[in-house]
């Protein structure tokens, strides 16, 4: 397997900015939405026209992008301490969409490959916790995928690589879906995966303001949690609070007081 070196993922870079640079600039008719709550800020999104595409976590900020059908406009939403930090204009590959028609078809189709191609080299290079041989890669590269679309893991080689392929595309997945709750079916739910990682002051309020009722508290050394229930519809959630900020919450199913 054909390795890259740093120096030639950003000669691609910069390859990929001269067919088609794109300068993140503020999106038109959305910056009311800068210091809005999360959830408040997805549904005015949803309300403006816009559909959510993906988000993924960068330490303690989550990157969402929203695209618009009618405007062909997408979003780029950076969301920190549970707040709207800003919402940028972005590119149409960013939310999954084509490039442009006409004379430029070629040359957007190019560039859109080059940049996918920057991304899953910096993706495997940040996933990686230190580098393989080439069987190694393989392996790596095998668990990944299986972590990443949800297969059974299948570790027959016994492989370490293997090991923290399947855990990296795990943690890429749930990054992935940060957004969903973990239930379906068509009856409305009260959000919360967005919590993450906010003060635990304000998380309480937000899941109040959501329909969710505290019906449990407790402690364990510096460690509190505390269960959350939303009857409307039968969410039973807790949530783990070390050094004043929210670091797990969860649905788990059942509890004697969620009813």
């Known amino acids: 397997m054909k390795h890259f070196s740093t120096k030639s993922i950003a000669a691609l870079a910069a390859a990929s900015m001269l067919v088609t640079p794109v300068l993140a600039k503020q999106a038109p008719g959305l910056q009311d939405l800068v210091g809005a709550r999360g959830s408040s800020g997805e549904t005015q999104l949803e309300m403006r026209g ?15 992008y929203w695209w618009n ?11 920190w301490d549970g707040k709207y930090q800003s919402v940028e204009t972005a590119s149409r590959s960013d939310c999954n969409q084509g490039g442009g ?13 080059g940049i996918a191609l920057i991304a899953a080299l910096a993706s495997k ?10 069987q190694g890669t393989g392996e ?16 027959y080689g016994r492989s370490d690589a293997y090991s923290s392929g399947y855990q990296a595309g795990v943690n ?20 919360y995966m967005d919590l993450n990682g906010a003060r635990a002051s304000s998380a309480d309020d937000a899941m109040r303001s959501r ?35 929210v670091y797990d919450i969860r649905d ?8």
């Open 50 to 64: 816009y559909t959510h595409i993906e988000t993924h976590n960068d330490g303690d900020r989550k990157h969402s």
């Open 69 to 79: 059908r009618d405007s062909k406009q997408c979003a780029h939403v950076v969301t």
């Open 101 to 113: 028609g006409g004379d430029n078809a070629g040359a957007a189709v190019a560039a859109v490959a």
């Open 125 to 134: 290079k940040h996933h990686k916790d230190k580098e393989y041989d080439a």
């Open 140 to 155: 790596f590269d095998r668990g990944y995928r299986d972590g990443l679309y949800n297969a059974p893991y299948h570790n």
């Open 172 to 191: 890429e997945r749930s990054s992935n879906l940060g957004h969903h709750y973990g239930g379906g079916g068509y009856a409305e739910v009260g959000q």
């Open 211 to 245: 329909g969710f009722t505290n019906v449990d508290s407790f402690k364990s050394g510096n460690t509190a949690y505390s269960v959350w229930n939303r009857r409307a519809s039968r969410q039973c959630v807790q949530m783990t609070v070390a050094d004043g900020r």
């Open 252 to 259: 788990i199913g059942t509890h004697p007081r969620c009813r």
